[in-house]
């Protein structure tokens, strides 16, 4: 079967894959369509570290094929979005409703793959860029027929980290000031959850002024080149500043823009040895500052929800979409991700 394949040096499209069987607990699913995110190009210029090889993708959808021994939750034919949280469901993170805290999900990178009799990794629990893939069975989310899978295919990661971050991690309140630094396939989905939070001012900050227009769409009320000018739209600094960039200098500026007990939301990836400085002064007047893995999202619960937003028009999924490509023409979509000319590129089976 066809997949996009890094080796460790470069990424290809290969066709000579193999997948596993369903275990107990587990899902085949065949894969309609991927979002390629720019944590898969991380993967290849070697910001994220990943063994390798390794079939690359993590942002899905597709049709079930087959169920492993135990799952009911979805049967064959079910179309489902994919999360890349392969949680256990049963220790105390997960207890508390706290699945992206789970350390079953983290740093257990599996094989189910192989190529020519050669065991090949699966990125984020996923590979999404392969005609079938296997997954945990708490990955798998049932979603409605009528929702396209190339839309689908974008909540999980774009959507359920950005829209995430607003309502689950930094829970936006109504009336509030939002700003967000960057505005790609993350960016976007971070105003459209503040403008669906109920934020009052939702600042936009890309220096590429191309952007304003579906920035604006999403619902920025305001639209900046440079985090220069926030201060003229927010005197005192804002409620909430997110970084989507991952540029330590951007996080810095983060920090510097937020008003009293205001939160910087941290989602940009830098390198991973990457270090920021702050004024430890600047932080004194109950400000914060916050990670966020995964939009602190629970999938089974999230994903269901924001495919009922969509449905009724107030979650954008379709508009996320800039372009499909075959699958086969992976270099042409990385390039334009790389390029900022699409705000998310999806592949497609």
Not at 32 to 42: I, N, Q, T, V
Not at 123 to 131: G, I
Not at 143 to 170: F, K, M
Not at 296 to 309: E, F, N, T
Request: charged letters at 20%; hydrophobic letters at 45%.
């Amino acid at each position: 079967m066809r997949g996009v394949l890094f080796d460790g040096k470069r990424a290809e499209v290969v066709d000579d894959l193999q997948v596993r069987d369903p275990g107990p607990g587990e899902v085949l699913v065949a894969v309609s369509a991927a979002g390629l995110c720019h944590s898969d190009l991380s993967v290849i210029d070697g910001t994220i570290p990943f063994p390798a090889p390794v079939v690359l993708g993590h942002e899905g959808a597709g049709v079930v094929e087959a169920v492993g021994a135990g799952v009911t939750h979805v049967v064959p034919g079910d179309h489902v979005a994919l999360s890349t949280l392969a949680s256990c469901g049963t220790c105390a993170e997960c207890d508390r409703g706290r699945p992206t805290m789970c350390r079953q999900a983290i740093g257990r990178p599996g094989k189910p793959f192989t190529r020519a009799g050669r065991p090949v990794y699966q990125f984020a629990s996923n590979s999404a860029f392969a005609e079938r893939t296997v997954v945990r069975a708490v990955q798998a989310v049932r979603i409605p027929e009528d929702i396209p899978l190339t839309s689908a295919a974008l909540i999980g990661c774009g959507v359920l980290t950005g829209v995430g971050a607003v309502l689950n991690r930094a829970r936006v309140g109504f009336g509030e000031s939002v700003v967000v630094i960057g505005t790609g396939g993350i960016g976007l989905n971070v105003l459209q959850g503040a403008r669906i939070a109920g934020a009052l001012r939702i600042v936009a900050v890309d220096s590429n002024p191309a952007k304003e227009a579906v920035a604006r769409r999403f619902g920025a009320t305001h639209f900046l080149t440079s985090v220069d000018g926030v201060r003229e739209v927010l005197p005192t600094g804002a409620d909430h500043v997110f970084e989507c960039v991952g540029r330590v200098e951007l996080i810095r500026a983060a920090v510097d823009l937020l008003d009293r007990h205001g939160q910087a939301v941290l989602l940009g990836v830098p390198a991973a040895t990457a270090e920021a400085s702050f004024l430890v002064s600047s932080l004194f007047l109950d400000k914060s500052i916050l990670g966020c893995r995964y939009g602190a999202s629970r999938p089974q619960r999230d994903i269901a929800l924001y495919a009922d937003l969509y449905r009724e028009g107030r979650l954008l999924l379709d508009e996320l979409v800039t372009q499909t490509y075959p699958v086969e023409d992976f270099e042409k979509a990385a390039a334009d991700a790389e390029a900022g000319r699409v705000a998310r590129g999806v592949l497609t089976f």
